[in-house]
């Protein structure tokens, strides 16, 4: 967002909360500018459709998300450190990004994500390389399918359940924070654990 306005930084805050409320066919953009506190034709003056607005959002989000995922470009760093540290990034950043509402809104339009992708459709940088491990015979055989949806579920779960999780386990706002504070550390663990035994 280095080279928005102020005013266009503060109109996509605004419809990033309302587009993760509302949902993009939900969101309306009156609500958009009463959120960011601004008239309807001021919105307008900066971004001419709710689909403009998304675009740009859909677009930020996923670069800043497919410059976490080059991490697995780098093989400098040992498999075990390099696992932990995206796991900690990678919560972080569903916690504080759109990551989540850009993912429903790829659900239910997948040319969202097609239109952008190169026609080769590579596999995901995450498996690739842990593939390329196992064949190199540095860590025992992993289906690595299982382990990438493992990884994927264990972050976005709670954080996509979270109201639901203190309800059915009696924790109040307090102790659900000092557990999500601890939660990715655990998360590293149990599939760093995993890949050092071998899961078919």
Same mark, same amino acid.
């Given at each position: 967002m280095s080279n928005l306005t102020e005013p $266009? #930084? #503060?109109i996509l805050d605004a419809a990033k909360k309302v587009f993760e409320t509302q949902g993009y066919t939900g969101a +309306?953009?009156?609500q958009i500018a009463d959120e960011a506190s601004i008239s309807k034709a001021s919105l307008h003056y900066y971004f001419r459709s709710k689909e403009k607005l998304f675009e740009h959002i859909f677009d930020e989000t996923m670069s800043d998300f497919m410059e976490l995922v080059s991490t697995w470009n780098d093989d400098s760093e040992h498999w075990e450190s #390099?696992? +932990?540290h995206f796991i900690i990034q990678f919560f972080d950043f569903l916690k504080t990004k759109s990551l989540l509402f850009i993912l429903? $809104?790829?659900n239910r339009n997948p040319e969202l994500l097609l239109s952008r992708r190169k026609k080769s459709k590579p596999k995901a940088k995450f498996i690739t390389y842990f593939e390329n491990l196992q064949e190199a015979g540095k860590m025992k055989p992993s289906n690595m399918y299982v382990i990438y949806i493992f990884m994927h579920s264990l972050?976005?779960?709670p954080i996509l359940n979270a109201k639901?999780?203190?309800l059915t386990t009696g924790m109040n706002n307090h102790d659900f924070e000092m557990f999500m504070n601890n939660y990715p550390k655990t998360v590293?663990?149990?599939l760093i654990n995993a890949l050092k035994k071998g899961l078919q």
């Open positions: $266009e #930084k #503060k +309306r953009m009156q #390099k696992l +932990r429903g $809104e790829i972050c976005a779960y639901l999780f203190q590293a663990d149990l």
